[in-house]
Structures are given as structure tokens and as C-alpha cells.
């Protein structure tokens, strides 16, 4: 029994036996957390939800709301231009396209929501889906530890920070559905006597966590592994046993039902059905046949005679299933996702491994660690301990329920050791695990001192205190941020602004021919798609091959010698280029990526590799060409007005610029064979800001010389940067000048050249 404070006022001991009044101060307190950042999300200058995939995120469910609620599976946004099947489950930005559509012609009638509509409701939906996790793990907690543990499990995953953070407001991802399912299977599945309606919710939970979020097909090996958990601990009760099966089944017939026609047909995916979708269906499906089987095994005599019909029934439909999905499926996709999702789990890919929810969880210093996880993170083994002695004191059928949640929180810590992105899985097992061994320590104190004392009482609750104040002041003092706590986006956010108004727009499917890309390093790739609304060749996602060359590419254009940078932009039909503080170490890796082994060679000399690339041009010499014919065809048309630190560089530079490809207008002439003709003028940038632009060519055999120059000598619409002067050409013949209109400049004419001295160069 679970000893109960006796001093309690009648009115709080009623209040904590209400388990609806409980679950909804448990909601509230969580919905209330989860708008910590809410001056960040809602700001005088706009709506930003939080983090980078939120803005790809975003992007889809806007597609969505424009397009009848289909949401692109191939997007040309990404991996310019040829796209890339994205395979993130399409549900989740459904679901956020419904809601948005649904309250909008709620509350404003017919039509469809702007995206300024679509981005709040967005916004305020993940708290709102989030704040029930507390509530689930409540109900769990206190089913098997009595009301305080399930007040402990709730009040521990309202203010876990590893969990409200992926459900805070503005957070549009599907990181949210991650402990929501788990914590719903968990509801479902880890009880003394589940009913046949039980296994309906864990599959409703399986199917949803499928459709809405990318880890979640671990949840069909879970279940696998609790069926089979749950048919060796019952098999000294055969009755249990058949109906741990039964139940199990009804939660393989749910999932299965659930996505068969979105696993069979491309009603959803028009492009091809996501792998991880089949996987997980082929996986369930055969886990299915295996539970009927032993189901039939475990029934024997009247037993078997009473239940033939109920089984055969099962057996046509698991057969039907399987005729109806199976021929559809691609087993050589289902293959590959298989090795993929291994290599996943164990962060293989060295591009993978260097993105921070990919990072192992003890990579953390000891203070992130107890501040996002709490104290009882370093306290857990011996929870584990208590469950396990607890449980084993207990008769196996009653001691079941215990051993499952035992073992789910085993695994689900495992994987949240090997990867921070797991914490979704392991939050929920992870605070009820904790919540049964304190609401246990005053019995375990009073049988190993042999006597009661007030102390044994007040000692968990001295111990919960301190376990979450770290928490508690962490979350309290978390400072308000815009999109990302670095300053980051903050830094990009007005040059993505200039990039939505200032260069032509490209169709919403990215896939015209007058559609093209802007070049960035990976990290801010869904910044540009979302914010400036044009397509990338380098962006956050690299979960396939596709998307992995996107990155390579745009890694190398940075990486590479202007030369070499612009055949790649070519063949990518790059127009603009935006330059933001990267990491030149991992750039040159990147851009090294073999997609053939998967891994990118040694790199010793990757700090000479940088200073020679486009990259360092562009950021420290303003793309000036100096005698590289590369950069003849690349001016800037925009800067920030305030600098930042660059690696690489001693000197602070513009927190952002933009550089555009352009045809050039030409400069051509005729002087002494081989000799250097020089080209120069004065720029001045929208900030005040001036510097020199300076070229040279030298003059083939017969005297002829060719050289294209960016900049017009007026200010375009489209620019923030003109020359100040007509373009100087200094050849021993003379002075000459030349001035460009911007016509001149993007449609690539010859100017005329005027003699300004007659004198030679050399006097």
C-alpha cells in the first residue's frame, strides 16, 4: 500500500482523488509552461516559431491549406532543382492543415486562411497537443502507484524541459507526438487486466505516431517486444495469456487497418509510399501473424473448439491484409530503410552525427544534463532496482504491468543515451518509473529501520524538491529568444526579409523554368525556404541520398575555388548566394561526401581548402574579382548593417550578405598583345559603406581583351548597391570609361568604351 500523508486537509485529500480535476490542473500547469517563449513566437514584427524544421514544417502545411490539403512529398525546394522525395509523414502537417482550415472557416467563415492565420494556429496547436502528455502520465502512475505517484509522474513531465521545449509554443514539428503516443500506448498497454478496447488504442496510438513523426516506427518493434514480453510472463497463467494476445492483436488489426490504405495506394503520397510506412506495416503485419499463431498454440481442448470461429476470422483477415499491401509493397525500399534506420539509431552517418538531437545524451555537461532531465536522470538505476524488487515481490500475473514499464524504460533510456532526439520515447516511462520508487521509499525506510516515523514521509518529498529545483530555476530563468537561442536567425532574419521582396518569385512547386535556387550553407536552408520563400540546394534534411548530394553540392560551391564553385552553380541554376558564419571544418567534409562508400576522406588541410574558396572570397573580399574571371558574373546587392564574428576571419564582417549571379555586361578592346588592362571603380553599398571593385585582364595573342563587369552604375529595384563612377580602363594605350545600365548588366551587352586620357599607363 502507498502510504498517504495523514495531516492532509479533507478538502486536498478529496481534491487528489478526482482524477479529473487533477488531470486538468495538470494541463493547465503544462500549457502554461510551454508559453515560456511566447514573446519570442508573437512579436511586434511578426510571428517566428522556433528552431529550423518548424520553417520547413511550415512550408508544407501552407502548400497544404493552398492545395486541397495535399501535402508535396516531392518538394523542388529542396535539392534544387531536381527535388527529392522528402519522406517525412505526411499527417502530422495534414493535421496542423485541418485545424488551420477548420478554425478559419469556424470563426471566419468561408474561404482559406492567409498564411499569418495558418503560422498562429500552427504555433498554438503543439502546447496544446502537448500539455495532455503530463495527464497521460499521470493516469499511468497513479493505475499503478497510487495518486501520489501519478501527482509525482504528472508534476515531473509538466516541467521536464527535455519535453516541453519539442512542445512549446511556436515549435511546429513533430517531435510532439513522439511522448504523446508513447505515453498513449503506455495507457493502454501496461495495466493488471487490458481489455480488447485497450488494444484498439494502442494501435490508434502505434497508427498515429506512424503518420505524424519520424522515430515512431520503434513503436511497432515495442509492441512486438511487449507481446512477446507479456507471453512469457503469463505463461503460467494460460488465460491471461490468451487474452494478452488477444488484446495485442486487436492492437496489430488497429495499426493495420489504420494504414493499409495509405501503405496500398499513394491516396496520400503520390509519388511513392514512404518506406518507413511500409517497413513499419510489413513489420506489423508479420508480428500479427506470428501473435495469431501463438494464440492458437496457447489454446487447447474446449478452449480451441469455443474459439475456432473467432480465429479463423482473424486468420481471413490477416490474409486479406496481406493480399490487399503486400504486392504494392517496394521490398527492396523496405530493405534499405532497414539498414538505414539501424545506421540512424547509432548516428553512422558522420553528417548525422554532427546535428545536436543526434548528439548521445551524456555529451551534455553534468549541469545541461540535470537541468533538462532533472536530478532524478542521475538517480534512475535505482528506480530501475525499486520496480524490479517491487514487481518480484509480487504475484507474476499483478507483477506484469510493473515488468513492462520496467522494460520500456530500459530500452527507451538506451535510446535516449545514444541520441538526444530519443527523449521522446523515454520522458514518460522515465517519470513514472521515478514517481513509483518514491511514492515506495517511506515503506522500503520503515522495513529496513523497523519503525514509522514522520520522517520516512517528509523524505521523498524533501527528495522530489530537490530533484526538480534545478528544473524549476531553469525553466523559470529561460531567457525569451527569437526562432533560435544563438542569435542566429536573428542575425539572418532582416537579409531573409530582403530576399522575399527584392528578387523575382519562383512558383510555389519550385519546378518552372524560370524557378531558381539560393545558395546557403545547410543550417539555414529551411530559414530561406520559409522566410524568403525560394528554393535551396542545401537544407537541414539529408535522411536520403537525394538530399545528401544536395548538401555536398552546396557544401562544395562554398568550399571549392570560384571556378569550380560556378560549374556546379550552372548545373544547379544557383542565381543568388547567402553568406552566414558556417563551420568550415564540417563544410569541407561535407563537400567531400562520397555518395558511393557514405563517408568523406581524411581532410588534414582544410583550413588551406577554406582560405582558397568561394567562401573566403565573398566574405572577406567583398567577391572582387582581382584577375579571377569566376567572379566577373557575381556581384553583391545586399549586406546587414551590423557585423558578427566569422570563423577563419580576425575581423568581424556583415552578419549576412547576398551576392547574385548575373550574365555581366562586357568590356572588350583591343590593345598591345599580352599586355594588362585593368578595370576598376568605386561601390558604394546601401549602408554608406564604399569599397573598390578591381580587375584585370590580359590580352590574347592578337591584342584582343574581353572581360565582363556585375555592377550597373545605377541602383536597380532589385539591388542595394550601385557604382559610383563609370568602370576605369587603364590600358597602355589610354584611359578609357564605361558605364553599364542595369539592362546592360543582366542581359549581358557589349558597353562602349569613351578615351579619357591619352596618356599611357606607364607615365
Wanted: aromatic share 12%; net charge neutral; charged share 15%.
Amino acid at each position: 500500500m502507498t502510504t498517504t500523508p495523514a495531516s492532509l486537509p479533507t478538502g486536498m485529500h478529496r481534491l487528489l482523488y478526482r482524477s479529473a480535476v487533477m488531470m486538468a490542473l495538470l494541463y493547465f500547469l503544462s500549457f502554461a509552461v510551454r508559453l515560456s517563449n511566447f514573446d519570442g513566437v508573437f512579436t511586434d514584427f511578426g510571428i517566428f516559431p522556433i528552431s529550423t524544421d518548424s520553417f520547413y514544417h511550415l512550408r508544407r502545411i501552407h502548400f497544404a491549406v493552398a492545395h486541397g490539403l495535399q501535402v508535396p512529398d516531392v518538394d523542388h525546394y529542396v535539392n534544387f532543382p531536381d527535388g527529392a522525395r522528402v519522406n517525412w509523414p505526411f499527417g502530422f502537417d495534414w493535421l496542423y492543415a485541418f485545424v488551420a482550415q477548420a478554425t478559419y472557416t469556424l470563426f471566419q467563415g468561408s474561404g482559406r486562411p492567409d498564411e499569418g492565420w495558418t503560422t498562429a494556429v500552427a504555433c498554438w496547436l503543439t502546447p496544446l497537443l502537448g500539455a495532455f502528455t503530463p495527464c497521460l502520465g499521470y493516469v499511468i502512475a497513479t493505475r499503478l502507484g497510487g495518486v501520489w505517484a501519478g501527482v509525482t509522474a504528472g508534476l515531473i513531465l509538466a516541467w521536464l524541459p527535455s519535453l516541453w521545449v519539442v512542445c512549446a509554443i511556436g515549435y511546429v514539428d513533430h517531435h510532439v507526438f513522439e511522448p504523446l503516443c508513447t505515453g498513449l500506448y503506455l495507457w493502454a498497454m501496461v495495466r493488471e487486466h487490458p481489455a480488447n478496447r485497450h488494444g484498439v488504442v494502442a494501435g490508434s496510438a502505434l497508427a498515429i505516431g506512424l503518420l505524424c513523426a519520424t522515430i515512431l516506427p520503434l513503436l511497432v518493434g515495442l509492441h512486438a517486444l511487449v507481446t512477446l514480453g507479456g507471453w512469457l510472463l503469463y505463461r503460467s497463467k494460460p488465460a491471461a495469456r490468451q487474452a494478452h494476445l488477444r488484446v495485442s492483436l486487436w492492437a496489430w488489426l488497429t495499426l493495420l487497418v489504420g494504414l493499409a490504405p495509405f501503405a496500398a495506394t499513394r491516396i496520400a503520397e503520390l509519388h511513392g509510399v514512404n518506406p518507413a510506412l511500409t517497413t513499419a506495416w510489413l513489420t506489423g503485419w508479420l508480428a500479427a501473424g506470428a501473435t495469431l499463431a501463438a494464440l492458437g498454440w496457447t489454446t487447447g481442448g474446449k478452449g480451441r473448439s469455443q474459439s475456432r470461429h473467432w480465429q479463423s476470422g482473424w486468420f481471413l483477415a490477416w490474409v486479406g491484409l496481406g493480399i490487399g499491401v503486400l504486392p504494392r509493397a517496394e521490398l527492396g525500399e523496405v530493405w534499405y530503410f532497414v539498414q538505414y534506420g539501424v545506421q540512424h539509431i547509432g548516428a553512422a552517418d558522420p553528417w548525422l552525427a554532427t546535428i545536436f538531437e543526434s548528439q548521445p545524451l551524456f555529451r551534455l555537461s553534468f549541469t545541461d544534463i540535470t537541468n533538462n532531465y532533472t536530478g532524478f536522470l542521475w538517480l534512475l538505476p535505482l528506480a530501475w532496482v525499486a520496480v524490479a524488487w517491487e514487481a518480484w515481490q509480487k504475484s507474476r500475473p499483478d507483477a506484469v504491468p510493473h515488468w513492462m514499464l520496467w522494460f520500456i524504460s530500459l530500452l527507451t533510456t538506451g535510446l535516449a543515451l545514444l541520441q538526444l532526439k530519443f527523449s521522446g520515447l523515454f520522458a514518460v516511462p522515465f517519470a513514472v518509473v521515478i514517481a513509483l520508487a518514491l511514492v515506495r521509499l517511506p515503506d522500503w525506510l520503515a522495513r529496513w529501520s523497523q519503525h514509522q516515523t514522520l520522517l520516512w514521509v517528509i523524505l521523498p518529498a524533501v527528495l522530489f524538491a530537490g530533484m526538480l529545483a534545478p528544473t524549476l530555476s531553469f525553466t523559470i530563468r529561460a531567457p525569451t529568444y527569437v526562432v533560435s537561442p544563438t542569435g542566429a536567425f536573428v542575425d539572418a532574419e532582416p537579409t531573409l526579409r530582403w530576399l522575399a521582396t527584392h528578387t523575382p518569385a519562383t512558383s510555389p512547386q519550385g519546378d518552372q523554368a524560370h524557378d531558381y535556387a539560393v545558395l546557403c550553407d545547410w543550417t539555414p536552408g529551411h530559414w530561406v525556404i520559409g522566410i524568403a520563400g525560394r528554393p535551396t540546394v542545401a537544407s537541414p534534411l539529408g535522411h536520403t541520398q537525394p538530399l545528401r548530394l544536395g548538401i555536398r553540392d552546396g557544401a562544395a560551391m562554398l568550399a571549392f575555388p570560384p571556378e569550380a564553385s560556378f560549374q556546379l552553380m550552372e548545373a544547379r541554376r544557383v542565381r543568388y548566394v547567402l553568406i552566414t558564419p558556417l563551420l568550415p571544418k564540417a563544410t569541407v567534409y561535407n563537400a567531400l561526401w562520397d555518395p558511393v562508400t557514405g563517408t568523406s576522406p581524411p581532410w588534414e588541410d582544410w583550413n588551406e581548402q577554406m582560405k582558397a574558396s568561394l567562401y573566403a572570397r565573398l566574405v572577406a573580399d567583398e567577391g572582387i574579382p582581382r584577375g579571377d574571371a569566376a567572379l566577373t558574373q557575381l556581384r553583391l546587392v545586399y549586406e546587414s548593417d551590423f557585423e558578427t564574428d566569422y570563423p577563419l576571419f580576425k575581423q568581424p564582417h556583415a552578419a549576412a550578405k547576398v551576392f547574385e549571379r548575373v550574365p555581366g555586361a562586357l568590356i572588350t578592346g583591343q590593345t598591345t598583345p599580352g599586355a594588362r588592362v585593368q578595370i576598376s571603380t568605386r561601390i558604394r553599398t546601401y549602408f554608406q559603406r564604399e569599397f573598390d571593385y578591381l580587375d584585370e585582364v590580359v590580352a590574347d595573342a592578337e591584342g584582343r581583351f574581353v572581360r565582363r563587369v556585375p555592377y550597373a552604375q545605377e541602383r536597380s529595384p532589385l539591388t542595394t548597391l550601385s557604382a559610383l563612377a563609370p568602370y576605369r580602363i587603364v590600358t597602355p594605350e589610354g584611359v578609357f570609361a564605361a558605364v553599364a545600365t542595369e539592362a546592360d548588366i543582366t542581359q549581358g551587352r557589349t558597353l562602349r568604351l569613351t578615351q579619357v586620357s591619352e596618356a599611357r599607363a606607364g607615365d
